[in-house]
């Protein structure tokens, strides 16, 4: 992944900031859906704060998209993607945040609604909207220390094609890995078990949600770690492939664990224990995932 980025925070003298985007980006995801994936584009963005809790983004992209090195023995639902397609799309968040810190919150909750508009040009149309929240309560009171939290999280994405021209299987929503712990990424959710690899489909409705406990460990302070106790729930559905042997339903998977944080100069860096609870027989699971950052 390369990335060049651009950007001019107080745009005209204004609370305005400015930027742009170059990136090329290559994905290997033979492991997972028998192909690879390869994005080079650019983004023109803007973002205004209205006041210190209420910010909006907007963005505009245009994006080369080529589904490639698709294994012969993949489902024919993946192989009929192979090939490039052009992404032209105009996107805003709109962010409501009255967290106490952005990088490791304690207390407060965030609201967030996005959403993209493809099709003013390009080979895809689609509308797709996401909305988000998070809900921090502290437990000072409760254990005597700042660092007990409890973490209420949920999220929701819709997606629908117009205009005859349908979205590709790379704009699609995936379970599995950071948004649903315990379960490979996209590892749970609508699938094609007549393919060698089981190979995902993605959807067009994902549904999320997390409860986590975050407490301190028994070392010193110093070395800055933490600990945390949680249950991910996630549903994914409505795929728009259908035939033999594909899988799409909307029951609910369920992972659990614990995990640990370590606060590092460059970041969060987390390691995950989870146990897949409640699934499908054809999903995919995974027992131990390393992550980096806050999920918000």
Not at 7 to 36: K, M, W
Not at 57 to 78: G, H, P
């Amino acid at each position: 992944q390369v990335d060049l980025s651009v950007t001019d925070p107080y745009f005209l003298d204004r609370n305005l900031a400015v930027g742009v985007d170059l990136f090329h980006i290559e994905r290997n995801l033979q492991q997972i859906a028998s192909y690879s994936e390869r994005r080079t584009g650019a983004v023109l963005r803007a973002g205004f704060e209205y006041n210190e809790r209420l910010r909006q983004a907007v963005s505009y992209s245009l994006v080369d998209r080529d589904v490639f090195n698709v294994q012969t023995v993949a489902s024919r639902f993946i192989r009929e993607q192979a090939g490039r397609t052009l992404l032209s799309q105009i996107s805003q968040t709109l962010t409501y945040d009255v967290r106490d810190s952005r990088i490791e919150p304690r207390s407060g909750y965030l609201v967030r609604l996005g959403s993209d508009l493809a099709g003013l040009g390009g080979d895809v149309s689609y509308v797709r909207l996401r909305v988000d929240g998070a809900l921090f309560v502290p437990l000072e009171r409760i254990f005597g220390d700042q660092d007990y939290v409890l973490a209420i999280q949920a999220g929701a994405g819709w997606l629908r094609p117009y205009g005859g021209k349908d979205e590709r299987i790379i704009d699609r929503f995936f379970l599995g890995g950071d948004n649903l712990r315990g379960f490979a990424l996209a590892g749970a959710g609508p699938r094609d078990t007549g393919s060698p690899g089981l190979d995902p489909l993605g959807g067009r409705v994902i549904l999320t949600q997390t409860t986590e406990f975050r407490f301190p460990l028994p070392v010193p302070q110093e070395l800055g770690l933490l600990g945390r106790a949680f249950v991910d729930v996630g549903a994914l559905f409505d795929t728009p492939v259908t035939g033999p042997g594909v899988r799409d339903d909307s029951k609910p998977r369920v992972g659990a664990g614990v995990g640990v944080s370590w606060r590092t100069p460059v970041g969060l860096i987390n390691i995950d224990v989870g146990q897949a609870v409640v699934k499908q027989s054809y999903d995919r699971t995974q027992l131990i995932r390393f992550g980096f950052g806050t999920r918000f």
